[in-house]
């Protein structure tokens, strides 16, 4: 039975939710399709792809390899052709 105060993985409560960036595989400006991989984000060991939901420009990248991101945040802004 795990202690007050600490998740059953052993950590202090909330870290067992923690994501960090760990690549980023696309620069800003560059021109992204539906699909293209964008970045990788690891929790609890497990790595996560995150996919281009549009085809695009990439108009801003909020985050860097190692940075700690929460669901909320934003992470890479697509910019639809007009």
């Known amino acids: 039975m795990p202690t007050q105060g600490r998740s ?11 994501r960090s960036v760990t690549s980023i595989a ?36 909020s985050v860097h390899v190692g940075q700690t991101v929460e669901p909320k945040d934003l992470l890479i802004a697509i910019e639809e052709p007009k």
């Open 26 to 61: 696309v620069e800003l400006n560059q021109e992204v399709k539906k699909g293209d991989k964008l970045l990788v984000i690891e929790a609890m060991k497990m790595q996560t792809t995150i996919y281009a939901p549009i085809s695009g420009r990439v108009a801003a990248r």
């Open 8 to 18: 059953i993985a052993g950590g202090p409560r909330g870290r067992a939710d923690s």
